[in-house]
């Protein structure tokens, strides 16, 4: 089992950034791909970012790239999501999680955090 505890999230307004945090217990993080996925109001989760166990590969969806930077400390047993640049379309719950693949892919990934909230105001 990996527990994880996601924190960081607040109220921005457009065009600032964020530094959302992830703090994993139970199991060697560093054996699991991690990823951050979100979920706005009426909408289905939707994956964001994903790094693979070293830290050397990282996915990121179309709509945060060059704006969202993921990152991992194994040695902390952290994973970080950087905002930058956030939009009002950014504003969703947002999630990390750890599985065995780098895939974007939520059902592959077997362990999930509580979710931390992200408010962009224009």
């Known amino acids: 089992q990996v527990q994880l505890v996601e924190s960081g999230g607040g109220l921005v307004q457009a065009g600032g950034s964020l530094r959302l945090s992830c703090a994993a217990s139970?199991?060697?993080?560093?054996?699991?791909?991690a990823g951050w996925f979100r979920q706005a109001p009426g909408k289905e989760r939707e994956f964001v970012a994903v790094?693979?166990?070293?830290?050397?590969?990282?996915v990121y969806a179309d709509s945060v790239k060059g704006r969202f930077t993921i990152s991992r400390d194994n040695a902390l047993n952290m994973l970080y999501l950087q905002m930058n640049s956030l939009k009002p379309e950014d504003t969703a719950v947002y999630y990390c999680?750890?599985?065995?693949?780098?895939?974007?892919?939520?059902?592959?990934?077997?362990?999930w955090g509580q979710g931390t909230q992200v408010t962009v105001s224009s």
């Open positions: 790094i693979n166990r070293t830290g050397g590969s990282t």
């Open positions: 139970g199991r060697t993080f560093s054996r699991y791909a």
């Open positions: 999680a750890a599985g065995a693949t780098i895939a974007p892919v939520e059902s592959l990934f077997d362990y």
